[in-house]
C-alpha cells in the first residue's frame, strides 16, 4: 500500500499543479486585446497599423496613398486601396520619409507603369474593406479584393515575414517595387539584384527629409519563382523627367489556399547585414510563431502598468497610448553589431548597446522621456548612450535624427533635457563627462567639425545660438521662429546650468544661468504676450496674437498666445513677470475661453487641438494644464486635465488630435491618466493632475510597484479633496521621482466640487 501511494502522490502533485498553471495563466491579463493600432490612422495622427515589435528597427505595414502631409506614415484611414506592404515607416510625423521595399501580390497580368504625379495609386493597387483588416500588436492582415489573396504580416525586431494565402492561379506572383518609396523620394543611388529562384536583395540611396538614407534588403520566398527585371528608366506621365526602375517581376503558379510565405530583412549598413539579420532571427518558415512572440514581445511592454477601470474604452484609449510610445525611437543596429553611424561610416558597437534612431526630441522630451525614466529607465539610457555616440561621431547633439541623418528639423537643443533629467533622476548609465561637453556644445553657435549636408547646417545650428549668446537675445528681423527659439533656449540653457552645478561648473554654472532668464526680454507688459523684438530693441509691429504664418513668424507651428507660456524652469518668475498670480490666473483663464479663431496667410495645420487657444494637438501647448498648480488654483489644472482626456483622446481612426509625433502625443495620455505631469523635464518634480483610473500600478524595473489608488471615482468626481502618499498626508499637487522609485501607495479622495485642496496655507 505504501509502495502505491509513492507512485500516485507525484501524479496527483503533477496534475494539480497543471491545474494550478492552467487558471494562473487564465488570469493573467492579455493587455494586447485592448490596443487598437487604427487609433490616429485617420485625421492628422498619422500613425500606421503595420505589424512591429516595441522599437523595432523594421515596420511592415500596408501603404495606402503616396504623398503629401497625411502620407506621412503611408497609411490613412479615408482611402479603400492598398498600394502594397513596404518596410520602413514613421509613426505621427509631420514630414513624410521612408515607405521603403514595397512587396504586393499579384494575381493574373502584371501592371507596372508610372502613375501620375498626381496619383495616390500605384497601378496595381488593389481595393479593400476595413472589414476584412485585422490589426493588433505584433499582426496585420487584409484581403486584397482585386487579387483575391489575403495578405498577413508579423515581425521581430529587424525581419518581417508574409503569409499570403492565393486563390488557384496559373498566373500568380509578386511585384517587390524598390523604387517606389512615401513622398515619390529620389533614389539617388539604387541596385536590385534576383540572387536565386527564391532569393532577391537590393541596396539604394534616397534623398528627400533624411538626404543620406541608405536602405539594404534581403528578401527569401518560399516558393520558387521566374522573373522579370525591370531596371529601365520611365518617363513620368505629364512631365519630361525620367526616374530609374528597380522592379521585380515574378511569377509562379498557385493550388487553391495555397500559402506562400516571405522573409524580409532590412539593415542601414549592407545587403549582407540585412540577411544575416534574417538568418538570425527567422531561421524558420513557422509565420504563427513568429507572431505569438511578437505578441508576447508586446505583453511584456504593456504589462509595466495595470490600470482598474469599468470603462472598457478607456482601457483600449490607455494601452493604445502605451503602445504607441514604443513604436520609436527604431533599433539600427544589425545582430552582429554594425550600424551605420551619423558621419556615414559603419560602426561596431555591443549587444548590451544597441543604437537607436527616430529621435524626434523636440517632441519626446516632454512627456515620452519623462515616461521611460519611470517605466524603464535602462532602455532610456541607451537611447541617452545612442545621442551621445551621434555627438561624437556627427559633431552635434542631434535635433531629429533620421536614419543616421541629421535633418536640422524644428528648434532647440532638446537632446540636451533627455540627458539631464535622467542625470537628475539618478540614471547615470553614460559617459557623463562626454554627455556634458555634448550639451555645451549644442548650446554654442560653431558650425565647424559637423558631418551633415550644407543645406541643413543653417538649421542645425542656427544663427540664433549666435544672438543669443552675444546680444543676450535673438532679434526677430534677423531670425526666423525668433521668439519661440529664444524661449526654447532659455529652457535648454537652464538645462545646461543644472548640469553644470553637478559637474562643479561655476563659471558655465553662472553663464547658462543668466541666458536661462533671457525670457524676460520678450514679455510684453502691456500686451501680456511674449513678442518679436527686433535688432534695434523695438516690437515688431503689427501685432497680432492669434496670428500665425506656418514656420514664417516669430514663433513655431503656433501663436503668440501658445507660446507666451513656455517657461517651464521658472514659472515663479513668469508669474511674477505677469504681475502676480491673480493677474496670472486671469492671463491664464483666457486662454481657455477666448475664440479659437485663427488669422494669417498660411495659418499652420499643426495648430489643432483647440480649446480658446490651448493648441493640445500640438507640443507648445502640452504644460500649460498645469500651471495652475503654482498658483494654488489646482483645481482648475483637475478640470482642464479631465476635459482634455475625455474631448482630445478617442477610441476610433480619429482619436488623437494632431500628429501623433513618435510617441509624444500618447505619452501626455499615459501621464495624465495616471494623475500626474513632468511639466519641467531636469526638475524630477511631477505636478498632479486628475487621476482617471480606479487604481494604477506601475511596475518599475527593479520589482517595486507604485500604486495610485483613486477612491469615489467617477465621471462627476473629478475633484480631489485629498491626498496620501504611503498613508501620510500629501497637502501639495506635486511629488517627486524618489517617491516614485522607492515604490509605495499615492491615494486620492475624489468629489464633484472643487475642494481647497494642494492650496498653500
Known amino acids: 500500500m505504501k509502495h502505491l501511494l509513492s507512485s500516485v502522490i507525484p501524479v496527483v502533485i503533477f496534475l494539480l499543479g497543471v491545474i494550478s498553471c492552467s487558471v494562473q495563466n487564465k488570469d493573467i491579463l492579455d493587455y494586447t486585446q485592448y490596443v487598437n493600432p487604427f487609433v490616429g490612422t485617420g485625421d492628422h495622427g498619422h ?103 489575403k495578405a498577413e504580416l508579423t515581425a521581430t525586431k529587424r525581419a518581417a515575414i ?79 523627367n525620367e526616374i530609374p526602375q528597380a522592379k521585380v517581376l515574378l511569377h509562379f503558379s498557385t493550388s487553391r489556399n495555397e500559402e506562400v510565405l516571405v522573409k524580409v530583412g532590412i539593415s542601414g549598413v549592407d545587403m549582407a547585414g540585412a540577411k544575416r539579420n534574417v538568418e538570425v532571427e527567422l531561421p524558420d518558415w513557422d509565420f504563427d510563431l513568429v507572431k505569438k512572440e511578437a505578441s508576447s514581445e508586446w505583453q511584456k511592454y504593456l504589462s509595466k502598468i495595470n490600470i482598474v477601470t469599468k470603462d472598457e474604452d478607456q482601457k483600449k484609449i490607455f494601452y493604445t497610448a502605451l503602445y504607441h510610445t514604443a513604436v520609436a525611437p527604431n533599433l539600427f543596429t544589425d545582430v552582429d553589431g554594425r550600424y551605420l553611424g551619423m558621419d556615414l561610416r559603419i560602426h561596431q558597437t555591443s549587444a548590451d548597446q544597441p543604437v537607436y534612431t527616430v529621435f524626434s526630441l523636440w517632441d519626446t522630451f516632454r512627456a515620452l522621456h519623462p515616461l521611460m525614466t519611470i517605466i524603464d529607465p535602462a532602455l532610456n539610457g541607451q537611447f541617452i548612450n545612442s545621442l551621445i555616440r551621434k555627438y561624437k561621431e556627427g559633431g552635434i547633439l542631434p535635433m531629429w535624427d ?47 567639425g559637423i558631418h551633415c549636408p550644407a543645406l541643413v547646417l543653417p538649421h542645425l545650428v542656427p544663427k540664433a545660438k549666435y544672438y543669443k549668446n552675444t546680444l543676450g537675445y535673438v532679434p526677430c528681423d534677423l531670425e526666423n521662429e525668433s521668439v519661440a527659439k529664444a524661449l526654447e533656449y532659455a529652457y535648454n540653457d537652464w538645462c545646461i546650468s543644472k548640469f553644470a552645478e553637478e559637474m562643479k561648473d561655476t563659471l558655465n554654472y553662472v553663464r547658462y544661468g543668466l541666458f536661462a532668464k533671457a525670457y524676460e526680454k520678450y514679455f510684453d507688459k502691456d500686451t501680456r504676450f511674449m513678442r518679436g523684438v527686433d535688432s534695434k530693441g523695438k516690437w515688431r509691429t503689427p501685432f497680432n496674437p492669434r496670428s500665425s504664418t506656418h514656420r514664417s513668424d516669430d514663433y513655431c507651428e503656433g501663436t503668440a498666445w501658445q507660446w507666451t507660456w513656455f517657461v517651464p524652469h521658472d514659472i515663479e518668475g513668469l508669474v511674477s513677470l505677469m504681475g502676480g498670480k491673480d493677474t496670472f490666473s486671469e492671463k491664464l483663464d483666457s486662454l481657455f475661453v477666448v475664440s479659437s479663431k485663427l488669422e494669417g496667410e498660411l495659418v499652420s495645420s499643426d495648430i489643432s487641438g483647440l480649446i480658446g487657444q490651448y493648441a493640445h494637438g500640438n507640443e507648445p501647448s502640452h504644460h500649460i494644464l498645469h500651471m495652475y498648480n503654482y498658483i494654488d488654483q489646482p483645481w482648475k489644472t483637475q478640470a482642464l486635465v479631465d476635459s482634455v482626456l475625455h474631448s482630445q483622446y478617442f477610441n476610433a481612426p480619429a482619436g488623437i488630435s494632431g500628429n501623433e509625433d513618435c510617441g509624444q502625443m500618447s505619452a501626455w495620455y499615459v501621464l495624465n491618466s495616471m494623475g500626474f505631469y513632468q511639466v519641467c523635464p531636469g526638475k524630477s518634480v511631477y505636478s498632479i493632475g486628475r487621476p482617471l483610473f480606479d487604481k494604477v500600478t506601475v511596475n518599475l524595473s527593479d520589482g517595486k510597484m507604485f500604486t495610485i489608488r483613486t477612491n469615489n471615482n467617477s465621471a462627476t468626481n473629478k475633484y480631489i479633496q485629498s491626498a496620501t502618499l504611503n498613508g501620510e498626508p500629501l497637502t501639495c499637487p506635486f511629488f517627486t521621482h524618489d517617491d516614485i522609485v522607492a515604490g509605495g501607495t499615492l491615494e486620492f479622495e475624489m468629489g464633484d466640487i472643487p475642494s481647497n485642496w494642494g492650496v498653500e496655507k
Open 162 to 240: 508574409h503569409r499570403y494565402t492565393f486563390p488557384e492561379s496559373d498566373n500568380a506572383g509578386f511585384i517587390l517595387d524598390f523604387d517606389y518609396s512615401l513622398q515619390r523620394q529620389k533614389n539617388e543611388e539604387i541596385q536590385i539584384e534576383v540572387v536565386s529562384d527564391t532569393e532577391i536583395r537590393g541596396r539604394k540611396k534616397t534623398v528627400y527629409w533624411a538626404f543620406d538614407q541608405y536602405i539594404n534588403f534581403y528578401a527569401e520566398f518560399s516558393k520558387p519563382f521566374t522573373y522579370e527585371l525591370v531596371t529601365d528608366s520611365v518617363l513620368v506621365p505629364g512631365t519630361n
Open 402 to 448: 533620421l536614419a543616421s541623418n541629421y535633418t536640422g528639423t524644428m528648434i532647440g537643443y532638446h537632446a540636451v533635457p533627455v540627458i539631464v533629467d535622467a542625470y537628475m533622476k539618478g540614471q547615470r548609465d553614460f559617459d557623463v563627462k562626454t554627455a556634458y561637453q555634448a550639451c555645451l556644445r549644442a548650446a554654442e553657435y560653431d558650425t565647424s
Open 47 to 149: 500613425t500606421f497599423p503595420g505589424a512591429i515589435v516595441p522599437y523595432g528597427m523594421i515596420q511592415p505595414s500596408p501603404d495606402t496613398r503616396i504623398y503629401q502631409w497625411d502620407a506621412c506614415s503611408g497609411y490613412h484611414y479615408s482611402d479603400s486601396t492598398i498600394n502594397g506592404f513596404s518596410h520602413t515607416h514613421l509613426s505621427g510625423t509631420g514630414c513624410g520619409d521612408y515607405g521603403d521595399v514595397l512587396l504586393m501580390p499579384i494575381v493574373g497580368t502584371v501592371q507596372y507603369s508610372q502613375e501620375p504625379l498626381d496619383s495616390q495609386r500605384k497601378v496595381y493597387a488593389s481595393e479593400f474593406s476595413h472589414d476584412s483588416e485585422i490589426a493588433v500588436p505584433g499582426y496585420y492582415s487584409v484581403f486584397l479584393d482585386r487579387y483575391g489573396v
